[in-house]
């Protein structure tokens, strides 16, 4: 008996030719590109090396795309927005040694926020593996474990053949949930190295499901249905899977209040009657918070951030899905189910009982009220109105990036997304850089809508060679940099702590003139014209600097009371 799997592994005539007569002119390297274009990319973003040229080599013997930053931690931060934006894994191409390490950064921030990032290095000659001390250029020890502790996975191969099943093995790791980013290195020797395997031509690597537990969903439901004031934190995990609709319903089933992380942005509607928007970092709704008496975390380690600081002290059931095995019941005992928010949600949203409190949405309107009492105490008027400049400026369904910056710690709390999957900042690793590359890679992934960038004159410094790529690419980018002369949140730190700051100011460029030194329109802009001057830089084609010189201050903290 011929089974229907049988008859899908059996190769037809035009493939059993093509691999008996594989074009010549070929090398390891096309093995990579070959297998990539096979799995279903279609752009990769890198750096090229000494040790890298085999891959480069074989770009322009394919139909892929490349993207090339100026720096490798740049470029890392691209592959990951374009993760990020298109759910796919974003081929990320290095050189070993310098090249690879200056990248870690980039793929800790992937890491923590489960971008699905496919890091492809190259690797010294394999006569050099191993650890000898052998002089190689870009030698280290051991290479691999350098980044072991900060990937999902890696995949060392030493032969030709081994190159399509360990960027298959790769790929489907980094989508698998929760997704990350990962690593590949092949030797250099052997991506130069003239080869006759055939053609790769097949190479589906799907993902594995990662459903949640029945029995523990069964338990879950029976607690939700059966509670008196139920609240929900929906966290990046929500995001990521896509599964924002059916938040939406199951809160809606629940009369459950959300909030959402900063990495949960948009999540969840900010003008809906059940939204406590994302103003996490608050004592008031820590309270309300801590006062549930059974609390759904979805997507979401209540980390720093999203815990206020390690303050909230849930007193109910917490119930936590989470994909991270890491994270499950890392910070609170909960009923932890090991799932994919998306499944985690459905399974829920099929046993769940509807429940009716027609109290909850002046509960969530009396929260939402006494945070605003609070920051409006505070004298942060500038603040606010910048903020909000930004939002009009910015089309609704345009992606935002931000930086680690006093504006973005505002956004935050304060800024509507519009929708998931839209506002992006660097929260998870929280390194500076971020903002300006990212937008590129996202400009990349969806032409056709603007985007933002967000930055600090601190933070652009970062990235100011990108300049470069965004007017070579003509890329979509309007990069926002409010320039307060330093590092103005540890500006305020240090001076809360100390009395005094130290290393905090910074002699900087004319970020205008510097801009259009690279040939891309730049404006000097206050906060009374800021909405006009942005919003004019976003509707026209090409990238674009609107530089805002303010000092902002931040809200202030809430973790501290008491």
Do not use: C
Not at 195 to 205: C, H, K, N
Not at 243 to 268: H, W, Y
Not at 330 to 341: E, F, K, Q, R, T
Not at 384 to 405: G, K
């Amino acid at each position: 008996m011929t089974h229907d799997h049988d008859q899908e592994l059996r190769p037809t005539p035009a493939q059993i030719s093509a691999a008996l007569n594989p074009p010549p002119g070929r090398n390891g390297g096309d093995l990579v590109v070959e297998t990539l274009a096979g799995l279903g990319a279609t752009t990769v973003f890198g750096l090229p090396g000494q040790h890298a040229l085999g891959m480069f080599d074989a770009l322009r013997r394919s139909a892929l795309r490349y993207v090339g930053l100026r720096v490798e931690n740049n470029a890392g931060f691209a592959a990951d927005a374009y993760g990020r934006i298109t759910g796919e894994a974003a081929p990320l191409l290095l050189s070993t040694g310098p090249g690879a390490l200056t990248s870690l950064a980039a793929l800790q921030e992937a890491a923590a926020a489960s971008a699905p990032v496919l890091a492809i290095s190259s690797q010294i000659p394999t006569a050099g593996l191993g650890g000898g001390r052998h002089g190689y250029l870009h030698e280290l020890p051991d290479q691999a474990a350098s980044f072991r502790g900060v990937v999902k996975s890696v995949h060392t191969v030493r032969t030709q053949s081994q190159i399509p099943s360990a960027i298959a093995a790769a790929w489907k790791s980094a989508l698998t949930a929760p997704h990350g980013p990962v690593w590949v290195e092949i030797p250099q020797d052997v991506l130069l190295a003239p080869t006759q395997i055939p053609v790769v031509t097949g190479g589906d690597a799907f993902p594995e499901d990662l459903p949640p537990r029945p029995e523990l969903t069964a338990v879950a439901a029976d607690l939700l249905s059966r509670a008196a004031r139920p609240a929900i934190i929906a966290g990046g995990g929500v995001v990521r899977a896509d599964a924002s609709g059916k938040l939406r319903q199951l809160a809606e089933a629940l009369q459950a209040p959300v909030v959402t992380t900063p990495g949960g942005k948009g999540a969840f509607p900010w003008t809906h009657p059940l939204s406590l928007q994302s103003w996490i970092e608050d004592r008031h709704t820590t309270d309300f918070l801590e006062d549930a008496d059974v609390l759904l975390v979805v997507g979401s380690g209540l980390g720093e951030l999203s815990s206020n600081y390690h303050t909230f002290k849930p007193r109910g059931r917490v119930v936590q899905i989470e994909a991270d095995l890491g994270k499950l019941e890392s910070n609170h005992p909960a009923l932890g189910i090991h799932a994919d928010a998306r499944l985690g949600l459905q399974a829920l949203l099929e046993t769940v009982e509807r429940r009716e409190d027609a109290l909850v949405a002046e509960r969530v309107r009396e929260v939402l009220s006494k945070v605003a009492e609070r920051i409006a105490s505070q004298e942060l008027t500038l603040e606010q109105d910048v903020l909000a400049s930004v939002r009009r400026a910015l089309p609704a369904d345009s992606p935002s990036f931000w930086d680690m910056t006093i504006l973005a710690y505002w956004a935050w709390s304060a800024f509507d997304a519009k929708g998931p999957n839209l506002l992006h900042s660097a929260q998870g690793a929280g390194g500076l850089g971020y903002g300006f590359p990212a937008a590129l890679g996202a400009a990349v992934a969806d032409p056709t809508r603007p985007v933002l960038a967000v930055s600090g004159d601190g933070g652009a410094l970062y990235s100011i060679a990108e300049l470069a790529t965004a007017k070579q690419y003509n890329l979509d980018v309007t990069w926002l940099i409010v320039d307060d002369g330093g590092y103005g949140i540890l500006r305020e730190y240090m001076t809360d702590a100390f009395g005094e700051a130290t290393a905090t100011e910074l002699s900087r460029p004319d970020y205008v003139a510097l801009a259009e030194s690279f040939g891309v329109p730049g404006v000097r802009t206050t906060p009374e014209t800021l909405e006009t001057d942005l919003a004019k830089a976003l509707s026209q084609r090409g990238p674009s600097v609107v530089v805002l010189p303010a000092v902002l201050r931040m809200f202030a903290a809430t973790h501290l009371d008491g």
